[in-house]
């Protein structure tokens, strides 16, 4: 069965402190993972897709890596509209639909 | 503007009752995804459609139906048998056109409560 575990499940940073978010998988072949961005009573926004291990996208404060087992979500000096939950998603090979982590809750304080 | 427009933004569900979400789009895209989103969990499928008049079941389809009568819409109809149905429904839909799978975009939502 395939599997996304995100950790933490919350996190707290100050502006400009810089941290990782964590997407682990277990999947039966990759064909992509997908990371977005959640607000309040808002649906997901597309990030990034990441196609293979060692591939990385960057959009402003964020980067987005990936490894056979795992992915990071790399956030620097980021600023308080930056606070959101981040979701991890993955589409197994063969397949057309994704699975979905938890989501790590962000929240940047001035 | 292109995007996925889902009314209403909040329904409430009298006991017995079925109730209908709506959720169109206008970006052309062939697939169509159903969503439910409980506090403190990830997005669960009830539903997808690849192409009108098919749809497969997701992980959840207990208690929802849906219908593929046109490419821009996919409506989803919460019924009576859906004994748990307070939760947030999000629709999503892809382009399947191109060679590369491209990323589901969403809509903002229905939020359904239990009167």
């Known amino acids: 069965e395939d599997q996304v575990t995100q950790s933490p499940e919350a996190l707290r940073l100050q502006e400009g402190e810089s941290s990782s978010l964590n997407c682990s998988y277990t999947?039966?072949?990759?064909?992509?993972l997908f990371w977005y961005r959640q607000d309040p009573g808002k649906g997901p926004e597309f990030l990034f897709t990441?196609?293979?291990a060692g591939e990385e996208k960057e959009k402003e404060r964020l980067k987005a890596t990936l490894t056979k087992k795992e992915s990071f979500l790399h956030i620097t000096a980021p600023k308080p509209e930056d606070s959101a939950t981040y979701l991890c998603a993955v589409q197994p090979a063969g397949y057309s639909t994704l699975t979905f982590g938890k989501g790590t809750m962000l929240l940047v304080s001035p | 503007d292109g995007g996925i427009t889902q009314s209403p933004k909040y329904l409430f569900r009298k006991e017995g009752q079925n109730v209908t979400l709506s959720c169109e789009q206008n970006l052309n895209h062939d697939a169509m995804y159903w969503y439910r989103q409980d506090p403190g969990q990830g997005l669960r499928l009830i539903y997808y459609s690849q192409i009108v008049n098919d749809f497969q079941k997701g992980d959840i389809a207990e208690g929802y139906s849906v219908s593929r009568e046109k490419k821009e819409s996919f409506p989803l109809t919460v019924t009576s048998a859906q004994k748990n149905p307070t939760a947030f429904y999000l629709c999503a839909s892809r382009n399947k056109q191109t060679g590369v799978d491209q990323p589901q975009h969403f809509g903002d939502g229905t939020r359904l409560s239990i009167l």
């Open positions: 999947v039966s072949g990759l064909r992509g």
């Open positions: 990441l196609y293979s």
